[in-house]
């Protein structure tokens, strides 16, 4: 090659790979927005991208923290359990509080996003004997509890139900439609169905009754029937999201439409991860895992959650497992909806042993 030429966009000196050039200012792709998956070494721009409302790829917000540090109120010396540590926002204020001498037990059952989590907070220096990591679906706090010997349960427990701005982002993950990635939808990739595989055996019946019990989709019927009609050329992303517009072409209006897409990703990711199964089982054990004056709180985004949740706090204080509970839900503010849109939907409730 003439020495005078450019060389290839891809090479440079010493065999070094350059970045690849992006069209426009800044990278669109999540993959290929590396200053945003490395926060520490470029915090000037996690603030921009954090101040004009929006989530830094990779990353996560956490919502309602300090309403959630108000009603757990963590304290030195205590125990408590992160039963969705995510990206370690609410992990890392309950860690700064529990010193000296306190304990956090974190659960995920997220093989791809734990091990960054684990080791990031490693790195800030919390140890094992203060900061306790599993891998496992919070419908085995119980038994969790007991493999770490804390037979007599804990002081607070916190379970964030939302999916994490980490797996929305990622279209490797399966989660998003705004970009073409494997509809896949599984938290734990080593188990289950993914949602390309269900929707490949899935009977029109049942379809429909899932997108409806899972999403409140008013438009089940249709949207099973032609789902159905597609089976087998549903396996991407993008693919569900288009059939879903196509079903409904003629029949509402574009945002409509888009809440519907919502709604089938939202219904399918609830059913490959049995997430209701999981919560109402999660429900059933709280009061047992509680020390007395014990506290619980549960952040949940849609009313399928909510709505188990208030049941099971009714039912638990009715029968004296639960001392005290919280009278009314907790949103966030607009000024939080405002830094974070992605916060809209939340919904805190908590509840107390006596």
């Known amino acids: 090659m003439d020495p005078l030429s450019p060389k290839p966009p891809e090479e440079s000196d010493g065999g070094h790979r350059r970045r690849p050039r992006y069209k426009g200012k800044n990278p669109r792709r999540f993959e290929d927005k590396y200053k945003e998956h490395d926060p520490l070494r470029y915090p000037e721009l996690i603030e921009r991208v954090r101040g004009r409302g929006a989530t830094p790829a990779g990353q996560h917000i956490p919502i309602l923290a300090e309403e959630i540090l108000a009603v757990l109120d963590p304290k030195p010396g205590e125990r408590g359990v992160d039963a969705t540590l995510g990206y370690g926002g609410h992990a890392a204020r309950f860690l700064a509080r529990l010193s000296p001498g306190g304990q956090l037990l974190a659960l995920d059952c997220d093989s791809i996003e734990l091990p960054k989590t684990e080791a990031r907070l490693r790195h800030a220096g919390h140890g094992e004997s203060e900061f306790l990591v599993r891998r496992t679906n919070f419908a085995s706090l119980a038994r969790t509890l007991g493999e770490v ?11 964030d139900l939302g999916l994490s701005s980490m797996q929305i982002d990622d279209p490797a993950r399966g989660f998003t439609f705004k970009q073409a990635g494997p509809l896949d939808m599984r938290m734990n990739r080593r188990r289950g169905l993914s949602a390309a595989q269900l929707l490949a055996h899935v009977s029109e019946p049942d379809l429909a009754t899932l997108l409806e019990r899972n999403a ?3 438009r089940a019927p249709l949207l099973a029937r032609e789902l159905c009609a597609r089976r087998g050329t549903l396996s991407s992303t993008v693919d569900l999201a288009r059939a879903v517009r196509d079903a409904l072409a003629g029949t509402c209006t574009e945002p409509e439409a888009d809440q519907s897409v919502r709604r089938v990703f939202q219904a399918l990711r609830i059913e490959v991860n049995d997430e209701f199964g999981a919560l109402e089982r999660l429900l059933e054990q709280v009061p047992d895992c509680l020390r007395s004056r014990g506290r619980v709180a549960l952040l949940s985004f849609h009313s399928g959650e909510d709505r188990r949740i208030k049941q ?8 004296g497992r639960l001392g005290v509970v919280g ?8 000024m939080e909806r405002r830094s974070n849109p992605r916060s809209a939907s939340a919904k805190l409730r908590w509840a107390a042993r006596s």
């Open 149 to 159: 010997g804390w037979h007599d349960g804990v002081d607070f427990l916190l379970a």
């Open 216 to 218: 409140d989709e008013i």
């Open 312 to 319: 099971a706090f009714q039912r638990h204080l009715s029968q």
């Open 327 to 334: 009278e009314a839900v907790i949103r966030v503010s607009a």
